[in-house]
């Protein structure tokens, strides 16, 4: 009988190339390496195939159902399951069975605490919140989502802020010889332009059509021949048919705009490649509606590169103007959208000509850009290291649960987990 802390998972495996496959990848390291936790993982967008980590992962998206998250089956899975702590990392919209399945639990007899981290990227509906006030504890990514989850739910005050991390054993400034060998082989004929780079997936929230429409404009302030667009995500997937959309504004596939090969968008592509694709990159920009917290800025920021990137939602509480480049962002109503399947929700789009702008700035003024990108590298590396300043915050949530658990109290008390920068506010 194990004597360890049993903890159930409810969130992307660790497996997958996912935003949510990053944090929880993360965050369940963070615990696993204290040796006190015996962790299992209903695991999205898991298919039964093997892995590498320490802890089981069940496959929820196969279920008659048809439902990739596979909400119904982990209703059935866990009342059977032996669990100390339920933790669960999701949209707030997709946890709509938290208020029954909590409840349930309980009524079973089972002893537990829960917690839920989740992002906010734009305005939240009321009963979205509500379907995650039910847990013991709410962490959210940012502060923009905490100050959203309390306008949308003012009950809502068991509530508290973590934010993501990056993992610099896996995204750091590589050997200058090495980024330069490998830009070679990989951007070919193009090694020598200037590349913009966009790691975002081809999804409607995205909008990479507007990443290809700035990109356009920059061009027309520039040498055409100097410069190249790397979009790396899949050509067709939730968003938009790419090749299609470059093709209709002129560009073509040799030329101007390039795309990853054999690239799948749970999958991606290894790790290391993409931390040499960050190092290759002159500037990373992206064009996103709105972010939870949005990986790219910060994985950038590890590798020390230049980062353009929308001024909304979380993004505007990291990006100084002394570690990077903003761009406007839904500042008139001409700049606003609710994008078709998107639950309703407002949103803010770039404005492309002040994109192209600080996209002409970065090329024309690029050791400016190097130096915020150099100050950025030495806040992301000191302040936000997932294993070093991240996991740890989590480890002591996880640890007091379970001292609550033990007790017997029927509220948890979180201690100040401190805000990763004292002098400043994130």
């Not at 997936?201 to 356009?216: E, G, V």
């Not at 592509?269 to 190092?279: G, L, S």
Request: with cysteine.
């Amino acid at each position: 009988m194990s004597d360890k802390i049993k903890l159930l998972a409810y969130c992307d495996t660790p497996s997958c190339a996912t935003g949510f496959g990053t944090v929880s990848r993360n965050i369940l390291e963070g615990l696993q390496n204290t040796g006190r936790y015996q962790i299992d993982v209903l695991g999205i967008n898991y298919w039964g195939d093997p892995h590498p980590f320490p802890y089981r992962i069940w496959p929820v998206g196969t279920n008659k159902e048809r439902d990739p998250y596979g909400r119904k089956k982990i209703c059935g899975m866990m009342p059977q399951m032996d669990f100390d702590l339920l933790f669960f990392l999701q949209d707030t919209f997709i946890l709509d069975f938290l208020p029954e399945l909590i409840p349930h639990l309980k009524g079973k007899g089972k002893k537990f605490k829960s917690v839920c981290y989740y992002p906010i990227d734009g305005i939240p509906k009321k009963k979205w919140i509500s379907n995650v006030n039910v847990v013991d504890y709410l962490v959210a990514y940012s502060e923009f989502g905490k100050a959203e989850s309390i306008k949308a739910l003012p009950e809502c005050q068991k509530l508290d802020v973590i934010p993501h991390g990056v993992n610099t054993t896996d995204y750091y400034v590589h050997n200058e010889d090495n980024v330069k060998a490998f830009r070679a082989n990989y951007f070919n004929r193009h090694k020598d332009k200037f590349i913009f780079t966009n790691l975002n997936r081809n999804q409607q929230r995205k909008d990479i059509p507007r990443t290809i429409a700035a990109f356009a404009e920059f061009r027309k302030h520039t040498d055409p021949n100097d410069s190249i667009l790397y979009l790396h995500m899949a050509k067709v997937d939730q968003g938009w048919n790419l090749p299609e959309v470059c093709a209709a504004y002129g560009f073509n596939m040799k030329d101007d705009v390039l795309f990853p090969e054999n690239f799948g968008p749970n999958q991606g592509y290894p790790r290391e490649i993409v931390n040499m694709i960050y190092n290759a990159s002159d500037c990373v920009i992206s064009t996103t509606l709105g972010e939870g917290w949005g990986l790219s800025w910060s994985e950038a920021m590890a590798t020390r590169t230049p980062i353009v990137m929308p001024s909304n939602t979380a993004l505007v509480e990291a990006i100084s103007p002394e570690r990077g480049y903003l761009i406007k962002s839904g500042t008139n109503e001409t700049l606003k959208t609710v994008l078709p399947n998107d639950n309703e929700v407002i949103r803010p789009l770039v404005d492309v000509e002040d994109m192209a702008e600080k996209m002409v700035h970065v090329y024309n003024n690029y050791e400016e850009a190097l130096d915020k990108a150099d100050k950025a590298y030495q806040w992301v590396t000191t302040k936000l290291d997932w294993q070093k300043h991240i996991a740890p915050r989590w480890v002591k949530v996880f640890d007091k649960m379970y001292e609550d658990l033990q007790a017997g109290e029927s509220e948890i008390i979180i201690p100040d987990t401190n805000k990763i920068i004292e002098a400043e506010s994130f």
